[in-house]
């Protein structure tokens, strides 16, 4: 079956059962064990997280005009993806075992796609075998041509002084070729990002929307979508004993609703608890990849508060593995679009009412802050913009985006909010993180449906609409100008945030509404009151 790939020699393992995975990684990896939970732990060395920098586009006649190239999208000529490509192919070949993986991306079987990964890990096989969905005997029988195919020769390194090169790392996408070569990264991340960038791609030529987020839907059967980028809550929010998960991390909204991308979860699990995260904690068993964890060398007890290895410690499980999530993993379509933002300024409020147009310009914007302590040499709040909540994935134009959003929103009256998981009372550092147990109780009424009802009053300078009371929540928090001691500073501080959008909305004013640009924050507005 690899012939036409050039790897001949290899003794191949295909969908090969998760025991016999086990043993081979236990045998042949480096450092790799069991857990006393069940769950293997495997190592990915150097690199414990994506490479965005590293990722490369062939420019090709077919797709260049529908690319939005620059730092996120980096071009890459022919020549030089062939070269990747061989020394891929010559470091696999070199290789006694290789494991095939064959699965599909997307629930939805009208826009399923069928993924093969080639790879010489057997901890890589095991981890797309939990993140791929899992195709039945008869569909492996009728498996046919593969829509994308994934050489994952990540032990070897890209040459560096090959055109076009910037590192060791390279990850190189050549969507008429429908192939993704991976060089110098073990971390299986970027196998799961490389079908969501291929889905970014694909998904829109058919007016289809895909997205970086979670969703879940509730016993009545609405459906909220959350979207927010790292450490904002969009696994744990989504994670709700009282509703039932469709994914937490990828997901379609085509025609007849929305559909999950991935068959499995990539939780992180830095200080993760049973208290905290119970729905996570027990989908640690075997089966499960624990990546870069520290546990105990005697009793194989996992600790989770041990950030040794990396801050980004991961689990990979499937998503059977939780409880109430939903299968097969579609749903209808969003009653609710919950965008998250962790503001460590302290700035915005814990809930927003937003129009259509806002919704546009602060999907466009993926605004979040990073604290103190989250990266080397951030000693205050660093504002953060990812266009689309997931810039490294997107392939289009955020506008493209950010219009099917719209179109979405308006055609199925969908309503969307904005929810601050961050300060309040101040910035980090003087004032404290909202609880998450008032951003719960914020959530439940929004899918109760009692807070649309709420009486609403206008926020200044961005304009949203902010509810004046909440159950179960105390009211001054729910203007954050009221929780500041000191209001003059407030006022300072939120139009000093206000001008961070506007200076980065500037590089889509070109491809922006009138309608959209005016739904951004309004400064000139508070000179003149």
């Not at 095991?126 to 041509?145: A, V, Y």
């Not at 003087?430 to 959530?443: A, P, Q, V, Y």
Request: hydrophobic content about 35%; charged content about 25%.
């Amino acid at each position: 079956m690899l012939k036409k790939y050039g790897l001949i020699h290899n003794e191949i393992y295909y969908n090969t059962p998760i025991p016999i995975i086990y043993e081979h990684s236990i045998r042949v990896e480096k450092d790799s064990f069991l857990t006393d939970t069940g769950a293997l732990v495997a190592f990915s060395g150097e690199k414990t997280g994506r490479s965005p920098k590293d990722k490369r586009i062939v420019k090709h006649p077919e797709s260049e005009l529908n690319i939005d190239w620059g730092d996120v999208n980096i071009a890459q000529s022919q020549e030089s993806f062939t070269a990747c490509k061989l020394r891929a192919i010559d470091y696999l070949s070199a290789k006694e075992k290789l494991y095939v993986i064959d699965g599909f991306a997307g629930w939805e079987k009208s826009y399923q796609i069928k993924v093969r990964v080639i790879c010489s890990r057997p901890y890589h096989a095991l981890f797309m075998h939990n993140m791929l969905i899992r195709p039945s005997q008869e569909e492996l029988k009728n498996f046919g041509e593969p829509d994308c195919v994934i050489f994952n020769a990540g032990s070897q390194p890209a040459d560096e002084k090959a055109e076009g090169m910037s590192s060791k790392t390279s990850i190189s996408f050549h969507f008429e070729q429908k192939e993704i070569i991976i060089l110098g990264t073990d971390y299986a991340g970027e196998m799961k990002k490389g079908v969501f960038t291929v889905m970014n791609y694909l998904m829109p030529k058919k007016d289809v929307l895909s997205l970086h987020c979670s969703v879940n839907e509730g016993t009545q059967g609405d459906v909220s979508v959350f979207l927010g980028l790292s450490g904002t809550g969009k696994t744990t929010l989504s994670a709700d004993p009282n509703r039932k998960l469709i994914g937490d991390d990828e997901h379609c909204w085509a025609d007849k609703g929305l559909f999950n991308i991935e068959g499995g979860c990539y939780a992180k699990c830095d200080n993760l608890s049973q208290e905290k995260e119970p729905e996570i904690f027990a989908a640690i068993k075997f089966g499960t990849l624990l990546e870069n964890t520290v546990a105990d060398p005697i009793s194989r007890k996992i600790d989770y508060t041990n950030l040794s290895i990396t801050e980004n410690t991961r689990a990979s499980y499937k998503i059977e593995y939780i409880e109430n999530a939903k299968i097969p993993c579609i749903t209808k379509h969003a009653n609710n679009i919950i965008f998250l933002t962790c503001d460590a300024f302290g700035v915005l409020p814990p809930i927003s009412l937003l129009t259509p147009e806002q919704a546009m310009y602060h999907f466009m914007s993926g605004y979040t802050a990073k604290i103190a302590g989250t990266e080397v040499g951030i000693k205050e709040p660093k504002a953060t913009f990812s266009a689309c909540f997931g810039a490294p994935f997107m392939v289009w134009h955020p506008a493209k985006y950010a219009e099917l959003l719209a179109q979405k929103i308006r055609e199925h009256s969908a309503q969307a909010w904005l929810v601050n998981t961050g300060w309040t009372a101040g910035a980090f550092g003087e004032g404290e993180r909202i609880s998450l147990k008032h951003t719960r109780s914020i959530l439940n009424a929004i899918h109760s449906g009692a807070l649309i009802n709420e009486d609403f009053e206008s926020f200044d300078v961005f304009n949203f609409k902010i509810p004046r009371q909440i159950k179960n929540i105390p009211t001054q928090i729910l203007n954050p100008r009221n929780t500041w001691k000191d209001k003059i500073h407030y006022d300072t501080q939120r139009i000093k945030i206000a001008q961070m959008f506007i200076d980065n909305f500037k590089k889509f004013v070109h491809k922006t509404s009138q309608d959209v640009l005016k739904a951004g924050p309004d400064i000139e507005f508070t000179h003149s009151h």
